[in-house]
């Protein structure tokens, strides 16, 4: 078997790659493809595995025909805006399965936040001519290494007071990126199962934005004075800090989305592949381990 990974050198793609070095799995050739700015350092640990590290656009469409020649499975690791290009390239070199990694914020009630996803990941199922699985994460933690839960962290650490929008009583059910990095190495090795079929990969317990702060600030021990801002408030704010403000961290459609609850059962992949989560408090606990270690390793 020949594979082809987006995303690789990300947070989720070095799990999957560890999950690949310890199995039986017979792989030919692992070509990863990085931004030509990627460091490599953390892939060529895996010294045991056939990998070929492949520089070069993944927006350019004539490339990724040449790159993906004889490739038996292509997974798309690093965003779903890139699942059409490399869905166009499979067909073109008769590779036999697509796997994406895309998001449950296809599910948004916010047409801002889901029209994109939607409009991608339908006309992937309609105009189907391949094998295709796509899996639906939601909030991505695991590691000082991800984009969410690292800097709530860090925040939470430095600062006395945290603006939370809203009363805070919105689920999430964040899926750690261990499990989902296990998640694709099961779903590789189970292909009669998982070929054309859509799970969604959450965590494995609800938790409100109030007790993922509580939980955080406990082990941080911290006293972190939490401040309520109305959700139109917080919106326009928003919008006027992208606005004005360069890099501005938070999105007005992040605001809305502290509306709802993004819960989702996993069941049917449980079903399928044996997919198991850990609990939200325990991965939680190991990331601020993490990070008091480097915090410490920093100090001395």
Known sequence: MEIFITGAAGHTGMFFLNYLSHSDIQ????????????????????????????????????????????????????????TPLLQNAAISNKVDWLIAVHTTGRYSQFKSASAEYIEIEDKLLNDRKMNLTIIRPTMIYGSMKDHNMSKLIKFLDRNKFFPVFGNGENLLQPVRAQDLGKALYDILNNPNQTKNKEYNLSGLDKVSYNQIISLITQQLNKNTKIIHLPIKLSYQLAKLGQKFIPKFPIKDEQVLRMQEDKVFSHEEASKDFGYSPMAFKDGISFQIDEYKKSRSSKND
């Not at 030509?36 to 520089?55: A, D, G, M, R, Y």
């Open 27 to 82: 792989i030919s050739k692992i070509k990863c493809l990085v931004r030509p700015t990627t460091k490599i350092t953390e892939l060529n640990k895996f010294k045991q595995l056939p990998i070929e590290i492949v520089s070069g656009d993944i927006t350019d469409l004539n490339f990724l025909k040449e790159v993906t020649r004889n490739t038996d499975v292509i997974i798309n690791i690093a965003n779903i805006r890139f």
